[in-house]
């Protein structure tokens, strides 16, 4: 009865949850009888070790299909052996070919995969337009998309346009200015970049003001309307009395400004006409006199060039050097009246930093041609005065003493004795903290011991100059 059992269930089919009788009872070994020799069957344990295993090939055949590991009959592995997959769903998740072939090159030569169009170096065409496709809409074949660009508010506009127009005043380029207000939509705050331009220059410097009128002349028929303009100037007066409070001179500048527009014409001649016996407010009335005022001196458009002058960098070199020279126009009013304040601050209105070794040297070469000591006295006052003040720097008291010293054979020709005059003039300036020892010990020096007449014996003697 036994050995039909065993025939009707082999230990090979045993499953985890099949236990025998005798397993329960402890023993570990069955004793069976086959043609009366007794044999000992496989364990419980070996039979559970193989049913694991092959659930376990199954389950990872599609892994391992090809190049897996597989057993024997006796349990072992045996690797390399290869093991079809029998899952179905482990054939939708295997993504390498079953047959071992292919050079394990990218699919489809590298033209697929994510975030990838088709072969590097690929050109697609223009798409046609089905019109048989269900989204298609005729209307969209002549559309034409154009950035749209918001007009500017009140506060936008000064957040946007107040840093144009400082950066104008340091490169002066108005073509640039022209460009980046062309791509704003200014709306109806166009008639306040005038506005706002002037007012940025009531507080800024000569040269300034005049870059500024120099604007609104090339903004005005690009950007600008007359009547943007003519607006621009009528809020102008009707904030005069605000601005006086931040720039006292407000009612002269604006003046001048109308005026100028005037004479450029970008503001009409009837202006100024247009508000007699309407204006109540006396800052106002003071802009439109000073701008009437100076109408009537204009001739020839000399009070237009000359109302605001033109300083630094804007000047050419010829202009420069026409307008440096009238400082010794400047000296001469200086050994006058002998106020140094108003030397200083007529250079300071130059502009001309880069020029102030012009005024070091034409200051020298008087004190050359001069006789005596109070103007060489003066002089030495003027350059300590310019010197605290922080106006003329190291580096031009340099430049203006080395011409001197490379011009100081010539001057010596019309200028007797310039040689002597100078060591004394520069050795002051080196006892008063004006030069330093290096620029002292570069002046020349020319030897005073020269022979004189035969009736002298051969004696030297010293130059009397």
Request: charged share 30%; glycine share 10%; with cysteine.
């Amino acid at each position: 009865g036994f050995t039909l059992l065993q025939h009707l269930f082999p230990a090979d089919d045993l499953s985890d949850s099949f236990l025998s009788g005798d397993e329960k009872g402890g023993t570990g070994h069955v004793d069976n009888e086959i043609n009366g020799n007794w044999i000992s069957p496989p364990t419980i344990h070996e039979a559970r070790v193989k049913a694991k295993a092959k659930r376990r090939i199954r389950k990872n055949s599609s892994r391992d299909s090809g190049r897996g590991d597989s057993l024997s009959d006796n349990g072992d592995s045996i690797r390399g052996v290869q093991v079809p997959p029998s899952s179905p769903k482990g054939k939708l998740l295997d993504r390498k070919s079953r047959l071992g072939k292919g050079r394990g090159l990218p699919k489809k030569g590298g033209a697929g995969g994510k975030g990838v169009w088709g072969h590097p170096g690929e050109v697609y065409d223009l798409e046609e337009i089905d019109v048989r496709d269900p989204n298609y809409d005729e209307d969209q074949e002549n559309c034409v998309y154009e950035t749209v660009v918001l007009p500017l508010d009140e506060q936008d506009f000064e957040k946007t346009v107040t840093p144009i127009v400082q950066e104008y005043f340091e490169h002066g380029d108005t073509n640039e200015v022209a460009e980046l207000l062309g791509d704003l939509n200014l709306g109806p705050m166009r008639s306040s970049v005038p506005k706002l331009a002037v007012s940025l220059a009531l507080e800024a410097k000569a040269s300034q003001r005049e870059l500024t009128s120099h604007l609104l002349t090339e903004l005005c028929g690009r950007v600008l309307t007359l009547a943007d303009v003519e607006e621009a100037f009528d809020q102008l007066l009707k904030e005069l009395p605000d601005l006086v409070l931040d720039t006292p001179g407000a009612p002269q500048l604006v003046g001048q400004f109308i005026a100028r527009a005037v004479g450029d014409q970008i503001l009409s001649k009837s202006y100024i006409d247009s508000y007699k016996g309407k204006v109540n407010c006396e800052h106002a009335r003071a802009a439109l006199d000073r701008a009437a005022v100076l109408l009537k001196m204009n001739s020839g458009g000399s009070c237009r060039e000359n109302l605001w002058g033109t300083g630094g960098g804007q000047r050419p070199v010829t202009q420069l050097i026409k307008e440096v020279s009238r400082e010794n126009l400047l000296l001469k009013e200086y050994v006058l009246s002998g106020d140094a304040a108003e030397a200083e601050r007529c250079l300071r209105e130059l502009e001309v930093p880069h020029f102030h070794h012009e005024l070091v040297y034409e200051a020298i070469v008087m004190v050359l041609e001069s006789k005596g000591e109070k103007i060489s006295e003066m002089i030495l006052q003027l350059f300590k005065s310019l010197w605290e003040s922080s106006v003329i720097t190291v580096d031009q008291t340099r430049r203006g003493f080395e011409r001197v010293y490379s011009d100081i054979a010539e001057i010596n020709i019309d200028v007797p004795c310039a040689y002597s005059a100078l060591e004394q003039f520069v050795e002051k300036c080196f006892t008063g903290g004006v030069i330093d020892k290096k620029l002292r010990d570069m002046c020349p020096c020319r030897g005073r011991k020269r022979f004189v007449s035969e009736g002298d014996g051969g004696r030297l003697k010293l130059d009397t100059c």
